[in-house]
């Protein structure tokens, strides 16, 4: 049973209902075993295509005006119109003057479509009816505070007739009601405007020197950096008749559309994308791509990336879930090119002259035909182990050859590939896998991982006889070692997670009763109930916290301790509960996918489980505002108005230090998704400045996965 309901005030049904939105909401009733889904339909996309766009033979633009003839734009020789998509001089347009005193310095004039006019000048607001004189606005809340508006910088009137005014007091409103002020405590992310101007569709733009922002029923977008502008002195703005935002900057003109686009639709770009683009070897490993001049896709620089293993193992979990959902085969052969890529790194390092015992998987390869990348490395690998990591290993060749000499493969393999390769295998095996062959290719590469882990004492064994830097699990180490005391709980969680998925996918009794001796024997069970010691949302480390929500996720759906899952299931909400702020629907969608409708009893009452409000609103904004342009431009947000800093104690590192450069919005969550930059899930979404070069072009897995996922456990369904 359903009923149709709204998402509440700033949801994402109500950002983005007014432009060719439609979210059908379908809410279930919170009973046992019913999901909460949501129907989304088309929305508008963010697209700057300054890059791909003409540009006026001068650059400097000072000022842009959309006109009847098209967009016309002023530089410092000419004015010039976009005629057929080319720009050609034409004469200025006429633009109206204000009529006021030549004291004061006008910054710019609206013109309502009543003929009432606005200027933004040094002394303050002035407004005109038609034939009458000037009158300058005196601006006060229904307390009677006045606020100084001596300095504004823009005025515009939006497509209901309401005036807005940028000073650097903030953003005024004047409805019929009354006055509205925005600060940074109402989300406002900057003040040091330059102009502003409204479209037919309701949005006000303004500009500021450093980027533009969008007001947008209730909800302020923030767009700096090369993702979005030329340049983020913006001068002046313009919207045309399709509500695209055009902008003047002192490095060409700007123009951000809005095109029209499903969450299928997005999930189709990013895959084009990474099989064009970003697939490397005839396995098909994906991570990342250079680029050899910013922002051009051209002519791409494929390396290998330290975690090869779990970035393709995420990305073919995706193709696992959009394989069940869509039936389609091209998924269904992304899922298994990616299998074949992950079995590789464990049959490539076998038979060799430095050989691990079997069942030993790499963290990547290289082929043979190009430098040798051991040279060199030792001298890096003695800086490493003296100046930080004191267990860092110290080793030749830490890229042996492979047997038929065609590749290196890297060694000291992690455990968070670990995690990745046994989150990918029973997805394949169960959703993709459709004959005995291919399922009995996984149980082989399952078991022999697996035995390979039980057979030396729970550690991954490199080829020297000694164990990996990180993927150490072995129950003395965990509970006795001062070294390993921070990965006590989550390398316990990883080690149960195996466990479980190798019983899954074998059906071999042997490794339950393995878990069974764990958790008798060395209290794995509990270990696992406290996966990081952490000191509040923000102060953890998002590879460990993307490697626990994979195997929470594991864990809670095959293992068969059912006396344990409870417990576990209270443990995984705890560590959601940190987590929620984060705005990452992976991690929303893992944890709802267990938790949704579950209660816990302790000691004092019967709990509720399941995430609260907002959740889904959460990830469904993020998927929605996803950047097509994966590129990793600067983003800069630590000047903003609507940030409060993490404290200190709340800073990465055991030591909790904290710089002052991690905060989270006045909402209560991190930066929206469109305003920061990562690769992977695992970057620090606390992080308020992000560097980048437009070089390095970032594989749409991470919205891939979430994506699939939500639609794989019913939170998200594709309108007809």
């Not at 983020?232 to 490095?251: C, E, L, M, P, Y």
């Not at 990452?584 to 938790?595: E, I, L, S, V």
Request: charged share 20%; proline share 5%.
């Amino acid at each position: 049973m359903t009923f149709d309901c709204y998402f509440p005030r700033r949801s994402v049904r109500h950002c983005f209902l007014f432009l060719l939105v439609v979210l059908v909401l379908q809410i279930a009733l919170p009973a046992q075993g019913q999901t909460v889904a949501v129907e989304v339909g088309s929305f508008p996309q963010d697209v700057a295509v300054h890059r791909e766009m003409a540009q006026p033979p001068e650059t400097d633009i000072q000022d842009i005006v959309s006109t009847a003839a098209g967009m016309m734009v002023q530089s410092d020789q000419a004015w010039y119109v976009l005629d057929n998509q080319a720009w050609r001089i034409s004469e200025s347009p006429k633009v109206a003057s204000a009529g006021l005193a030549d004291s004061y310095a006008v910054r710019q004039i609206a013109i309502r479509k009543d003929g009432r006019r606005a200027a933004a000048t040094d002394r303050g607001v002035f407004e005109q009816l038609p034939g009458t004189a000037w009158v300058k606005l005196t601006i006060a809340d229904d307390l009677g505070r006045t606020w100084a508006t001596s300095d504004v910088r823009g005025v515009t009137y939006d497509s209901h007739g309401d005036l807005w005014i940028a000073s650097l007091a903030g953003v005024i409103r004047r409805e019929e009601k009354g006055w509205t002020f925005y600060t940074g405590s109402e989300g406002l992310p900057y003040n040091d405007f330059t102009c502003c101007m409204a479209a037919g569709n309701g949005d006000v733009w303004f500009g500021t020197t450093k980027g533009a922002i969008r007001y947008r029923r209730g909800v302020w977008a923030y767009r700096q950096g090369q993702r979005w502008l030329p340049d983020d002195q913006v001068r002046a703005i313009a919207v045309d008749s399709q509500n695209q935002a055009w902008f003047a900057t002192g490095n060409g003109v700007g123009c951000i559309e809005q095109q029209t686009m499903t969450l299928q639709a997005k999930a189709t770009f990013y895959e084009d994308e990474i099989d064009r683009l970003i697939k490397r070897t005839p396995y098909g490993y994906t991570s990342e791509v250079s680029l050899p001049e910013p922002g051009q896709k051209q002519n791409v620089i494929h390396h290998d990336s330290d975690n090869d293993g779990l970035w393709t193992a995420m990305y073919g979990a995706s193709q696992c879930y959009a394989y069940a959902v869509t039936k389609s085969e091209i998924a269904k052969q992304r899922a298994k090119q990616a299998f074949e890529a992950l079995r590789f790194l464990q049959t490539v390092t076998q038979g060799g002259q430095h050989s691990p015992p079997r069942g030993y998987v790499a963290r990547t390869i290289l082929p043979a035909s190009g430098p040798d990348p051991n040279e060199g490395r030792m001298e890096h690998d003695r800086l490493t182990r003296a100046n930080g990591d004191r267990l860092w290993k110290v080793y030749e060749p830490r890229w042996p050859l492979s047997a038929d000499g065609q590749w290196y493969w890297k060694s000291d393999t992690s455990s968070d590939e670990l995690d990745g390769h046994y989150y990918f295998y029973p997805l394949y095996y169960d959703l993709v896998a459709d004959d005995e062959s291919e399922k009995a290719a996984v149980r082989q590469v399952v078991a022999d991982l697996t035995d390979h882990l039980i057979m030396h004492d729970y550690v991954l064994m490199e080829h020297d006889g000694t164990p990996t830097r990180w993927a150490v699990f072995r129950p003395h180490s965990l509970n006795h070692s001062e070294e390993w005391t921070v990965e006590r709980g989550l390398n316990s969680l990883s080690m149960l997670s195996y466990l479980a998925v190798a019983k899954h996918v074998t059906g071999q009794q042997k490794y339950d009763i393995a878990a069974e001796k764990l958790m008798r024997e060395y209290s794995f069970d509990t270990n696992a109930m406290v996966p990081k010691m952490q000191r509040g949302p923000g102060s953890g480390n998002q590879s460990d916290d993307e490697m626990a929500f994979m195997s929470f996720y594991n864990l809670l759906k095959y293992s068969h301790h059912t006396e344990h899952k409870k417990k576990w299931l209270a443990a995984f909400y705890a560590y959601w509960m940190m987590e929620q702020p984060e705005r990452n629907p992976f991690f929303n969608f893992a944890y709802a996918a267990h938790g949704q409708n579950q209660t816990y009893q302790d000691a004092f009452a019967n709990r509720s489980l399941s995430p609260w409000g907002g959740w889904l609103d959460d990830s469904l904004q993020t998927l929605i505002s996803f950047p097509l342009d994966r590129i990793n431009w600067a983003q800069n947000n630590s000047h903003r108005l609507d940030l409060v800093r993490l404290p200190k104690q709340q800073g990465p590192g055991m030591l909790g230090l904290n710089d002052g450069d991690r905060g989270y919005r006045v909402d209560g969550k991190v930066l929206p998704v469109d305003e920061r930059f990562f690769n992977h899930w695992n970057t620090d979404p606390w992080q308020l400045d992000y560097g980048g070069n437009g070089q390095t072009l970032a594989s749409g897995a991470v919205y891939l996965l979430p994506y699939y996922m939500g639609r794989y456990h019913g939170f998200i369904n594709e309108a007809k």
